[in-house]
């Protein structure tokens, strides 16, 4: 599992909800490359056509509010999110996005300190994001041991296929 990003930063606002992310009239795309070059076409139908591969996104409070929807959290893997920071989010997002596997990073005042194209570094293990232009490192409070650990098996149905396959033959026959 990769614990650091290194990107150029997309800052965004506050308050980015899951429509912006990914708009509700692309819900009927079913083929995973064509949802994320749809990803954050509510703010900008372009961010998604030059966002790196494992790329860093900063944004303000409550990021990821709206519908309970997965499709945000999908949206932003594909189009190559490697991490989001924010100040903080909303919690059915939250646990949407560990369980698909997407780590996010919870940093007050982080999105005050940063400008769009700062090149930044996050280091999620550590909870510190090192901003190149200023030098200055952010602490944050660091992701629980569970939430780690559906993240290291790349998400929470791979968690489960190998909590399943280490089973043993007993006890799967007594279900």
Known sequence: MRTQFSSRALVLGRNIDT??????????????GEIGKRCLSGIDPDIAGGFPKDGVIVAGTNFGCGSSREH????????GAGVVVAESFARIFF????NLGLPLVT???VSARLQTGDEVTVDIIAGKITI????EVLSCPPMSGHAMSILSAGGIKPLFRKR??????AVNRQR
Do not use: K
Not at 73 to 79: E, F, N, V, Y
């Open 107 to 109: 940093c007050p005042g």
């Open 164 to 169: 399943l396959q280490g089973e043993s033959p």
């Open 95 to 98: 646990r949407n996005a560990i």
């Open 72 to 79: 945000a959290a999908i949206a932003l893997i594909q189009m």
């Open 19 to 32: 429509d912006q992310i990914f708009p509700g009239r692309f819900l009927e795309i079913v083929d995973p």
């Open 132 to 135: 190149a232009r200023t030098g």
